[in-house]
C-alpha cells in the first residue's frame, strides 16, 4: 500500500497567488521528509529537506522565502509555493526516508499550474 | 557530477529478461547502488525497486548484479512486462546520506 500520500494531486490556480501542498507519511513517523520539483520531461530536482520540528534545509538556487516549508508533526510536511507564477507551474514530489537501508518512499506528487 | 551513467533508452520485448546497465566508475566504498523507476502512466510516481553493496540482491522486482570491482551493475526484470514500460533509475549513495540525485535515467520500452 501507500506509504506516503500528497494533497491536493493537482492544483490550477492564479498568478500571485500562494498553494500550499501537503505530504503525509502513512502509518509512520518521519522525522525527515523531502521536497522534490520535476518540470516536464527534466529529472527530479531536489528542492529542500523538510526536518520535523526545524528549519527545512534548502538546495542551492532554492528561495527559501518563495517556497516555505513546515514540518509540523511527524506525519506532516508542507511546502507553500507563495506568489506563484507560470514558471512555477510543475510537478511537486515529496518523499520520505525508510527502512535500514534508508530507502525513500515517494508519494505521487501534485501538480501545479499557475495561470 | 553524474555518479552514474546509464543508456538512454532500451527496448525489450515482453516475456523476456530486460538487462538495464549501469556505469558508476567512482562509487567509493561506503556507497550502495539503488535503483528507482517512474511509470509515467501513473503520473510522476517513483518507485524503490531494489537496493545492493557488493552481493547480487534479488526481490519480488528484480535482481541487482554487481560486478566484483564494483565499477558497474544490472538491473535485471527477469520476465519483462508492458507494466514494466518505464524510465529506471540507477543511484549510488551513502547508506547515511539521504539525498538522491536523478540524473535522466534509462526509457525501457517493453513491447508486445
Known amino acids: 500500500g501507500a506509504v506516503v500520500s500528497q494533497h491536493p494531486s493537482r492544483v490550477i490556480c492564479k498568478s500571485g497567488t500562494s498553494v500550499k501542498i501537503e505530504c503525509r507519511s502513512l502509518?509512520?513517523?518521519?522525522?525527515?521528509m523531502f521536497w522534490y520539483r520535476q518540470f516536464p520531461k527534466q529529472s527530479l530536482m531536489l528542492m529542500a529537506t523538510?526536518?520535523?520540528?526545524?528549519?527545512?534545509?534548502?538546495e542551492q538556487g532554492v528561495e527559501k522565502d518563495k517556497f516555505l516549508i513546515n514540518h509540523a508533526s511527524l506525519t506532516l510536511s508542507t511546502l507553500t509555493v507563495t506568489s506563484a507564477h507560470p514558471e512555477d507551474s510543475s510537478f511537486y514530489i515529496c518523499?520520505?526516508?525508510?527502512?535500514?537501508?534508508?530507502?525513500?518512499?515517494f508519494g505521487p506528487g501534485t501538480r501545479l499550474t499557475v495561470l | 557530477d553524474a555518479k552514474t551513467t546509464q543508456p538512454t533508452s532500451m527496448d525489450c520485448a515482453e516475456g523476456r529478461a530486460a538487462n538495464l546497465p549501469c556505469n558508476h566508475s567512482?562509487?567509493?566504498?561506503?556507497?550502495?547502488v539503488y535503483w528507482y523507476r517512474q511509470i509515467h502512466s501513473q503520473g510522476p510516481q517513483y518507485t524503490f525497486l531494489?537496493?545492493?553493496?557488493?552481493n547480487n540482491e534479488t526481490n519480488e522486482m528484480a535482481s541487482l548484479i554487481i560486478t566484483e570491482d564494483r565499477k558497474s551493475s544490472t538491473l535485471i526484470l527477469p520476465h519483462a512486462t508492458l507494466r514494466d514500460t518505464a524510465v529506471y533509475y540507477c543511484?549510488?549513495?551513502?547508506?547515511?546520506?539521504?539525498?538522491?540525485?536523478f540524473g535522466a535515467g534509462t526509457t525501457v520500452t517493453v513491447r508486445a
Open positions: 531494489i537496493h545492493g553493496l557488493k
Open positions: 518523499s520520505v526516508v525508510l527502512g535500514s537501508y534508508n530507502e525513500q518512499f
Open positions: 543511484i549510488v549513495r551513502d547508506l547515511g546520506d539521504y539525498k538522491l540525485s
Open positions: 567512482t562509487i567509493s566504498g561506503n556507497e550502495y
Open positions: 523538510s526536518n520535523e520540528g526545524s528549519k527545512a534545509t534548502y
Open positions: 502509518d509512520f513517523q518521519a522525522t525527515t
